[in-house]
């Protein structure tokens, strides 16, 4: 299938961006003027002042000269740019890739996007009603190539498409600066006479080469179709994506359901088919009014269960605000991950971790509490018992090291060691009785010391000498002594857990 | 006829627990959780799985204590490969302590939560889930509403919910299968070896569903569930590790 560009020419953009703001302006020669070599030079002027001879690259002076009641705005450095980037972006909802070409253009690779307005004139009409109801004067035109387009929007006749494969006859009759030459060889050409493309077209390439460089050749190679040109979209495209354009704005509810259950279906029929499960998930709906409603989901392992992504999703479809309508819907999958067929069926009620249903009940309790509340623990390469364990990055983590299991540990930690009173005989005695929270707890047992060094490479601190006691009614602490007994009491006794 | 006649009502008695709901664990699937003389107390003398537990707690030191009780259970739940979840308020449970009940911690998934109601919420669904072996939700007042629809969950998918409660303020009915207070006892000394001896509590079955409450003292030693004072000759390995 061949390619179809088009390109969308704003002649007036800066001026017809600053009339839409002031619309008194619409009525009185405007120019845009940017400071250039310490002289304000024109960048853009709107239809009057070019009426008057007033034109880009104009010395302000010189044009007040022409017109003493023109006005003159100061240009804002790279509002251009900004409007055209914002343009491409509106123009998404007409083509996946949209791409900017400054100072006063976008291209649109619209490659089998036409039908879905019924045909490249009604798309073409209904693009530039749309742009053209916001206030710019557009030029448009659709064809093979971004070379030709560019060239017929330019410098074309009033009829904007050109049939594929046509190109070569459309551009005959147009200057050479439809193009897109160097002023330079724009003028080289011109003192030659040859003012039409069908001049130079059938001269021998190796003489255009010669006298006007190869970027000539590459010009027509580009318009012609013989060397590809691509555009770079404002939005990179998304590997995974499915997009559903609407017939009528949707507004409700069940409306939107049924939209994302569609895009689910498609999207998730290609992953199956790549063998491939989603991480992440973006749910989009472009609005009549341009803003954009969006919702999103992950999962703990890579899925393309389109009901279980549909839960997911369901619980956050309320969010999204309709207003107006929606016309477009996409459904993005920016994070996709391998999967094989014969682990997903081996992870089917197996029980344990690697049960999907587990997966899928994990991502159910993330998408509605939020991230960071799901925790599981492997052991971390640390003695000291605050910094033991860490949290898994994923649900297939495993252990790296082993669990210490040859000391005991406390069933109930507290998150920071209590200080307590106690009374101990002797150096390296666990205490014969504590006070903590004002109760007394007199030790029958004890087991220890087990000491923890402080880990000095992390921070300050004195070493752990940790006894485990039991006290007269049976319940059992976990206590510690903070540094070496003294005998000016500097050490200071700490609770740090229960045993069970 | 006395024979035949008590044989009648054993048979009458499983009609009913069956109509009630209770699945017959000896289809081969029969849990063995070590808890000896206490079976006596549960209907079919099976440990009731696919039914919520209820489990009350004082203080912090009670808190630890059923800790440890409920994880030997979830250990014998779990066997080796299983799953469990652990919803809480906020991380209580220190996760390495679970390797001495036979759990491997990173096979426990901790949901911290603030919300009472959420947390309700998350039990629900994760009681619903076929691929768990166990489910513990920290809830400090339930109602019989709650406790139904909890009930009603583990009936289709066969998973053991328990759920601790802290100091709770009123212990109406609810439709929890049993409910269980725990207290750490003072330990025995094991062969006169000076030290803690194996974690001991006290075990209150305060009501069970179609069995007989009683109250037991359990302690654990060598990754199970003791009933009488433990030998020396039976864990050599495990002392080895407490004094080294």
Redesign the interface.
Known sequence: MSKRYLTIWFPHLLTDWFSRRQPALHQVPLVVAAPDHGRLVIVSANALAQSQGIDTGLVVADARAIMPSLIVINNEPGLGNRLLKNMAEWCIRYSPLAGTDPPEGIVLDITGCAHLRGGEEKYLQHLTTRLSGFGYEVRTAIADTIGAAWAVNHFGPACPIIESGTQRAALLKLPPAALRLEAEVLDRLQKLGLNQIQDIIAMPRSALRRRFGQQLLQRFDQALGDQEEVTEPVIPLEAYQERLPCLEPISTAGGIAVALERLLDTLCQRLALEQKGLRTAIFKGYRLDGKIEQVSIGTNRGTHNTKHLFKLFEEKLPTIEPALGIELFTLDAPKVEELSVLQASLWQ?????E????A???D??QN??GEG???????DQHHW?ER??KT?ESLTE??SIA????K??????LSKPEPIDVAAPVPDYPPMLFRFKGKLHTI????GPERIEAEWWLEGGQHRDYY???D?????YWLFRSGHYTADKTHQWFIH???? | MPESRSALFNQLQQDILQLQGYKSNLAGNAVTLGLGPMLAAFPNHSFPIAAVHELICGGVEDAAATGGFLAGLIGGLMRSDGAAIWIGRSPTIFPPALNYFGIKPERVIFIDLQQEKDVLWAMEEALKCRGLAAVVGEIKELGFTASRRLQLAVEASRVTGFILRHQPRNLGANACVARWQVRSIPSEAVDGLPGIGFPRWQVDLAKVRNGKPGSWPVSWAAGRFAFATPKMAILPQVLKKKTG
Request: hydrophobic residues 30%.
């Open positions: 009620g197996v029980g344990g971790l049960d999907n249903s587990i899928e009940l994990l159910r309790l509605r509490v509340h799901v925790h599981r623990y492997l052991p018992p033991s364990i898994a495993t252990p669990w210490n299991i040859h005991p540990r406390p069933m109930q930690l029958k047992k004890s087991d485990s006691v039991e007269e009614e049976g319940n059992r857990g229960y045993f069970s």
